[in-house]
């Protein structure tokens, strides 16, 4: 018989509500610890029982001994069972949380597999998982080591940013060491990487008991570090199912995964099939649902909505019952979004019955299609680029930093 469970939710980013209304109906007391200055955002406030503001630091960190002061005088009163860090810069406050309360979770050990660039390429490597090469930037004869066995051009990446936040890409050893240089006291916090071009694909799934029970492979139509850092637009499209390509990635994926120990999670995992070799290559993963919407690409062709059934499958573990997945259905689908030089651009041009979701935010164009012909998402993908390439486009310069 379920019993009433209290779930301490992490968000701070606006993010997740479809996770904190499922909680909730699932009979769940919610409580949701986010940043102050998302206060008046429009969380699905009937679903969350109680709600902890944090301050943000000037560096735009927070400070976890307030978090766990604050924790503490909450839990004199009512027990936290479960902690569930809804985007990726939470999943260090919750193991933290969870080690410091020994709340049943992932600890820090394994969370850094899911956040730590250089940690969780070292785990991969280590069990047998293709990368490309990398090193730490801790010494210097190893990163000379590293420039003469993988020639440029490189990749400096931080180790706990999320998307393409703060990468840059580098082509000559000089401009290497000077980037480096720059990065001075805070260097150990960044990985070189070799770059190698290819294409890049999302694999999205949900793993229960240590095994992932549901996966579901995309590839980006423009990757994720071209849009960020050349203005392009964002377009991601189911694989064909049953194809070498969808075996490749579940293999890579379920094996990465059973590695790096996660036991009941959503997750979402980049991959690169690179242009010279046509080998797969691990690039990251994370402990949560896909951003930029990829969710609702992933439910319009698989009829599973992540957030959901993340939430009914920590709940049904919670309470030790079993968590069985919906029935899935086996469509296509296909995201396209932009910047665009509109506040509020009118999309009425775009009206094929294929759409299924609409982007609604200022100064952004977006949908997803959905059909049983993978040509046909790609022919509607290209059509729209077109238009809004001509109609609406705008880029912005990426940030060094992450902005809320």
């Not at 992933?298 to 920590?314: D, F, R, T």
């Not at 952004?364 to 680029?385: E, F, N």
Request: proline fraction near 4%; glycine fraction near 6%; include cysteine.
């Amino acid at each position: 018989m379920s019993g009433s469970l209290t779930f301490l939710c992490i968000s701070t980013y606006f993010k997740g509500n479809d996770f904190l209304k499922a909680c909730k109906e699932a009979g769940n007391t919610v409580l949701l610890l986010t940043a102050k200055k998302l206060e008046g955002k429009p969380w699905v406030r009937e679903c969350i029982d109680d709600f902890f503001y944090v301050q943000e630091g000037e560096d735009g960190t927070y400070d976890m001994n307030q978090i766990i002061n604050g924790l503490a005088y909450v839990m004199r009163s009512r027990a936290i069972d479960r902690v569930v860090a809804l985007d990726d810069f939470d999943v260090e406050k919750a193991t933290h949380i969870r080690e410091y309360f020994r709340i049943p979770g992932m600890g820090q050990t394994t969370g850094r597999y899911f956040r730590d660039k250089l940690a969780m390429r070292t785990k991969a490597a280590e069990s047998g998982i293709r990368v490309p090469g990398f090193s730490a930037l801790f010494n210097d004869a190893e990163i000379n080591r590293f420039i003469e066995k993988y020639p440029g051009p490189w990749m400096i990446k931080p180790r706990s940013e999320a998307s393409a936040t703060g990468i840059k890409k580098l082509h000559t050893v000089a401009d290497l060491w000077e980037t480096i240089h720059r990065l001075g006291d805070k260097r150990h916090s960044y990985l070189v990487e070799q770059f190698k071009p290819g294409d890049v694909y999302h694999v999205d799934s949900i793993s229960y008991n240590g095994r992932v029970i549901f996966l579901w492979c995309s590839k980006y139509l423009a990757p994720p570090f071209e849009v960020a850092h050349e203005g392009g637009i964002f377009r991601s499209v189911t694989v064909p199912f049953d194809s070498s390509e969808e075996h490749a990635l579940e293999t890579l994926a379920v094996d990465l995964l059973k590695a790096f120990g996660l036991k009941h999670s959503a997750s979402h995992t980049e991959v690169i099939r690179c242009y010279d070799d046509g080998k797969y290559y691990f690039l990251e993963t994370s402990s949560r649902v896909g951003g930029a919407h990829l969710s609702e690409m992933v439910e319009a062709s698989s009829g599973i909505n992540l957030w959901k059934e993340w939430a009914k499958m920590e709940t049904a573990e919670a309470n030790g019952e079993n968590y069985k997945l919906p029935p899935v259905r086996k469509e296509y689908s296909g995201i396209i979004i932009s910047l665009a030089r509109q506040e509020w651009p009118d999309a009425a041009v775009f009206q094929d019955p294929e759409i299924v979701w609409r982007m609604n935010e200022p100064y952004h164009v977006g949908m997803v299609v959905r059909s049983k012909s993978h040509d046909q998402v790609i022919a509607l993908l290209d059509k729209y680029a077109s238009v809004i390439q001509e109609d609406f486009h705008a880029s912005a310069p990426a940030q060094d930093r992450p902005s809320h």
